[in-house]
């Protein structure tokens, strides 16, 4: 069965360094998104994607976090600068062709950042 | 404003006894749908079921049943004959259909289901 994969699983940085987190969506799906979960907390909205150009972001994807499908196969959330609070589990998600809610989005396995 | 509310922070249940999650919704739109994921302590999210705003027919799996009432903005879950594999945050959600929204997902706050042998 098609999966969504994210890489690394697991990234250990330094405040104020740059991180890729790296997301393989399922092959035929159009929709992209980016997802966080503090710890204890709820999962939340940070971006979606589709026609290479961002579609909707929450007010945490602020200046310092950005996405980009560098190819056919590849999803990817940049952190600038990271902050302490950005350590969280972050969620790739994605989902098929319509895009209006009739598509179930599939979630990664997610990828857990710790900034020290 | 669309927002899931799980009154339910943590359940504890002994194995083989049924458990029902709570789930509470709202939304301005006519269209949309609701999920329920699962969060095992390995932290992936897993997909158990989507319902459209239009299909009330609740819904059974296996030991999972899903029980969607409009009138009350309520989408409850169910497991039956509950097993320590069960134990898990288990997430409720909505996506709005407005077609300009592309679909983001919002999450209620979870509830933290234990299940003791």
């Known amino acids: 069965e098609p999966e969504v994969t994210q890489t690394p699983s697991h990234q250990v940085t330094q405040m104020g360094q740059e991180v890729i987190l790296r997301c393989v969506p399922i092959?035929?799906?159009?929709?992209f998104y980016w997802y966080r979960q503090i710890l204890g907390q709820k999962v939340e909205f940070l971006v979606s994607?589709?026609?290479?150009?961002?579609?909707?972001k929450s007010e945490i994807f602020d200046d310092q976090f950005s996405v980009e499908r560098p190819d056919g196969s590849n999803f990817t959330l940049k952190i600038r600068s990271t902050k302490l609070e950005d350590s969280a589990m972050y969620f790739c998600?994605?989902?098929?062709?319509?895009?209006?809610?009739?598509?179930?989005?599939?979630f990664g396995p997610g990828t857990r950042l710790t900034v020290l | 404003a669309q927002k899931v509310t799980q009154a339910q922070t943590e359940i504890s249940v002994v194995e083989k006894e049924d458990v029902t999650l709570d789930c509470v919704y709202e939304t301005r739109d006519t269209t949309y749908y609701l999920f329920w994921y699962k969060q095992p302590p390995s932290g992936e999210l897993v997909f158990l079921i989507r319902r459209n705003s239009f299909d009330e027919q609740n819904e059974i799996s296996g030991r999972y049943s899903w029980n969607f009432q409009k009138s009350t903005s309520s989408f409850n879950f169910t497991i039956t004959a509950s097993q320590v594999v069960d134990s898990a945050v288990y997430f409720c959600?909505?996506?709005?259909?407005?077609?300009?929204?592309?679909?983001?997902?919002?999450f209620g706050p979870g509830t933290s289901l234990s299940v003791i042998p």
């Open positions: 994607f589709y026609n290479n150009e961002i579609s909707e």
């Open positions: 998600a994605s989902s098929g062709a319509t895009g209006d809610g009739t598509d179930t989005q599939y």
């Open positions: 959600a909505l996506s709005e259909a407005s077609g300009t929204s592309y679909d983001k997902v919002i």
């Open positions: 092959s035929n799906h159009l929709y």
